[in-house]
């Protein structure tokens, strides 16, 4: 394989890794799911969420791990935001019965702009998307 084939193989996955589409995103994100899933839960543990927290995560994927925020806690009011479309409706499709309930929104952001009040959230994270980001400030 050529230095071009290998430097566009690599870009592709980047670009599979920022925001996720089509098929090879739900590759992509079923490897993601799993390959964070360890530093998700102890990040969920780092945050020491109170029952009734108000919590935001900057990019969930396919959401997969959102029920762990519940299982820990029980009562919060959990908001997803995401650049992906593909997958805003993986991690839907994944938290029908948490959506139910009601204290659980997914949206589409560019991640720059998040439309909430100050001091809204009383937690917010994100786990491996912040060198996706092109304003870390």
Same mark, same amino acid.
Request: with cysteine; hydrophobic share 40%; net charge negative.
């Given at each position: 394989?050529? +230095?071009?084939?290998?430097?566009?193989?690599?870009?592709?996955?980047?670009?599979?890794?920022?925001?996720?589409?089509?098929?090879?995103?739900?590759?992509?994100?079923?490897?993601?799911?799993?390959?964070?899933?360890n530093?998700?839960?102890?990040? +969920?543990?780092?945050?020491?969420?109170?029952? %009734?927290?108000?919590?935001?995560?900057?990019?969930?994927?396919?959401?997969?791990?959102?029920?762990?925020?519940?299982?820990?806690?029980?009562?919060?009011? %959990? %908001?997803?935001?995401?650049?992906?479309?593909?997958?805003i409706?993986?991690?839907?499709?994944?938290?029908?019965?948490?959506?139910?309930?009601?204290?659980?929104?997914?949206?589409?952001?560019?991640?720059?702009? +998040?439309?909430?009040?100050?001091?809204?959230?009383?937690?917010?994270?994100?786990?491996n998307?912040? %060198?996706?980001?092109?304003?870390?400030?």
């Open positions: 394989m050529s +230095i071009e084939d290998n430097s566009a193989r690599f870009k592709s996955i980047a670009d599979q890794l920022k925001c996720p589409t089509g098929d090879d995103g739900l590759t992509t994100a079923a490897h993601m799911a799993e390959n964070n899933h530093m998700i839960l102890q990040t +969920i543990a780092a945050m020491k969420l109170k029952e %009734y927290d108000t919590v935001l995560e900057i990019g969930p994927g396919g959401g997969r791990h959102v029920g762990s925020l519940f299982n820990e806690i029980g009562n919060l009011d %959990y %908001y997803g935001i995401d650049i992906s479309e593909l997958m409706t993986e991690a839907t499709k994944v938290n029908q019965s948490l959506l139910r309930a009601g204290n659980l929104t997914f949206s589409l952001s560019d991640g720059v702009t +998040i439309d909430f009040s100050d001091n809204f959230f009383d937690k917010v994270f994100t786990v998307t912040i %060198y996706f980001w092109d304003d870390r400030s």
